[in-house]
């Protein structure tokens, strides 16, 4: 039986009339890699505060491995949270950071930490000020790495990270967790770069959760068709429309739970990334909420 | 992986069974594990493990225990049986309806494909 290591009931965060989470509910089960994705400023940050007892729900509850994280340092010492910008004191170096973390993380492995300083050319002794913005994130990404934590959130930890640098975590980060089964947050923008390492996602926009769903169920979820605008029109009957672009006589579409269909020569059918569906799916929540605005 | 749209786990049990066919794994030998095929793959355990899984469950695979995953006896026929199935719907009926697209009737067809065999 797979348990649940995060469960958020109802969690609604309002900062003075501006509602930041508003009825969140959602569960991650242990020993997966989850994708919590959205837009800046749609309340994944929150969230993941609110998990960590770094910020209060206004409403609502929160739990990590069946407990409330306030002021528990039991579940708390078992959670580590790589934030977008991490701030270390001024007169620390690179190993002062590591040998902090160390102390912090029962499950720390120092080898692999020497190992990933050492593929990220991270220089050791440098101050931790004077390191370019790539190398602080990736000082960011060795510690959630070899923190080991039963719970890791990586909250966009990307900043100034190249491509390559990219590569190296989901690479390091795929064979450790194949080794040491544990959960992962992943929290990014870049959502085609790890669309087939997440295996659970959430799409959170504007403070509510639009998409909580399987990966690979939401891999076949769209298809985009394209061709003579009756023609697609006649095969969108009964579906629901993500999308549309015209062009002359030519009409494209991007459809939710539509098969494709070989019966028809005149229709080309795509695939719908992950990336894509969240962006039809987050443009469709944006228009739906300007209606519902005009309206009252 | 290919996003041609299909979920991933059937992939790489195709990857594999295509491997089966060809001769890449004859029987009895061992296959990759699910690890192995997802740090190659890049794509999640779990996901690479249902893969295998789906052709532990089709008796093309067999699991032993602790050891890994290895071609079963008799899987390759068991394979070719099942594609000879399908071959009409996935091949011939596209050709088929192409081919009236096109004006050429069911004779003409015929004779082309015998062309072309012969031709190879």
Redesign the interface.
Known sequence: MSRNVIAMHGVTKRYGDVTALDGVTFALEENRIHGLLGRNGAGKTTAMQILTAQNFATAGTAEIFGERPYENARVLARTCFIRESLRYPDNYRVDHALRAAASVYPHWDAAFAEDLLGEFGLPRKRSCKKLSRGQQSAVGVVIGLASRAPLTFFDEPYLGLDAVARQLFYDRLLADYAEHPRTVVLSTHLIDEVSDLIEHVVLIDAGRVLIDAEAEDLRGRAVTVTGPVEAVERFARGHSELHREQLGGFLRLTLSGAVPSSSDGDLRFEPVSLQQLVVRTTQRNAAIRTDEGALS | ?N???????VQIAEDIASAVVDGTYPEGTQVPS??EL??F???????AAKGLNQLVTQGVLQKRRGIGMFVAEGARARLLDSRREDFASQYI??LV??AR?LGIDPEQLKKMIDVWGDER
Do not use: C, V, W, Y
Request: charged fraction near 25%; hydrophobic fraction near 35%; aromatic fraction near 4%.
């Open positions: 992986m996003d041609d749209g299909r979920p991933l786990f699910s690890n997802a740090a793959h890049r794509i999640n355990p779990a996901t009926a596209p309806t192409e697209k």
